[in-house]
């Protein structure tokens, strides 16, 4: 009989999905909110507290410290509690932390709560790219993750709109931006009581009634009959909600009602993983070590060759703007060349765009490098998402995604820190000209990535 996996990987796209992508996905450009607001705030404090560029790059970094710490501990704990309690807790630490950021009254107070922000950052986002990918149908699961990953630019795009409108009114202008990061602290709770926790999850850990009901709740969102029980159990009637209830859970086929405790989940590492789990670590790290080499600094390396602060915003939020048509585009051909290609093709973009930047000398030719920067950067996250949580196996999804997110926030912490060394070395074509080589290595790991469209997600 057919499972529910595979009932949920048979419906169409429903006004549940789009209330589990669109809460999802708040989440999800809150955190870019968060991320993108830091690169502002690091401009405005070189001015108002004279930071050296050593300490700003250490104001950089250290939020991706947390992230690398965050982002293995959320994995794990996601396949042990579960998806939807990992994510609102995440938002809870995070939007706390970045609230009482904005009351530093030292560097050394704003790194260690930039740390904390970190770890609830890390955490949260390859968790809610899993959960989103196991109730997306199948035969449009890449595109759905693309655009939740689409929602890291309207995330992006409000710590613009912030840092230019917001962060230059004052001295006290960047506590004010860092403030509204306390946001993700009350939408914890709408995530918490509002989406559903996996399906898969809920199998592998016994939770059958509970699975059950949300299926069928998905199917009655869709006007689909749920299958008729294999014995003769009373029915189960459809509640005022429009869900129907179960009567038993074991009255359903379902490849996971364990009686008895499960198998130990497979190891990332093991032979069949084990060079899918390298090539997915080597992307990960060529792309956040170029991605936030380059959007952490922008606003700093635009205020040194003489713009000020307004104006430098500006050009930020007119290359930002760039995004957003970039995930558009990625989450149109991830289901007509496949995920591989459309990652490796973003990311071979991304290597000339950042090559164009590091030449540019004029305002127009700054602006038009950073957007063709951010068309192709932005377009690679979300195939680079939408492809992760398709590698791996439910009992170790969670922690492969995450495992894979952490060993790439080591490059988002080596590369802030390593940009001021690149400036003294030469100049902004030597800082993006290395930024280019390491998009380079990330497509040609890209390319050796399983191709996973339209193929259901493995189980077991």
Known sequence: MTTRTERLDGLPFTRKHRKLLLGSGVGWALDAMDVGLISFVMAALAVH?????TELS???SIGFVGMAIGAALGGLLADKIGRRQVFAATLLVYGLATGAAALSTGIAMLIVLRFIVGLG???????ASTLVSEFAPRRIRGRVVVILEGFWAVGWIMAALIGYFVVPVGDDGWRWALAIGIIPAAYALVVRFGLPESVRYLESTGRVDEA??????????AGVEPPAAPSTAAPAHAGADGAASVATGAALASPAEPAEPSEPAESIWSARLRKRTAALWIVWFGINFSYYGA???LPSLLVSQGFDLVKSFGYTLIITLAQLPGYAVAAWLIEIWGR???LAVFLTGSAVAAGLFGLAD??????????ALSFFNLGAWGALYAIGPELYPTSTRGS??????AFGRIASIIAPLLVPLLLDLGDTAMVFGVFAAAFVVAALAAFTLPERKGVALEDT
């Open 49 to 53: 507290w004279s930071l050296s560029p």
């Open 58 to 60: 250490w104001v950089g």
């Open 121 to 127: 950052l890390g955490a949260e986002l390859p968790v």
């Open 212 to 221: 059950e009901r949300i299926v069928r709740d998905y199917e009655a969102s």
């Open 295 to 297: 959007f952490i600094w």
């Open 340 to 342: 591989r290609v459309t």
């Open 362 to 371: 004029s305002p127009a030719t700054i602006i038009a490098a950073g957007m």
């Open 400 to 405: 492969g995604t995450g495992a894979a997110a």
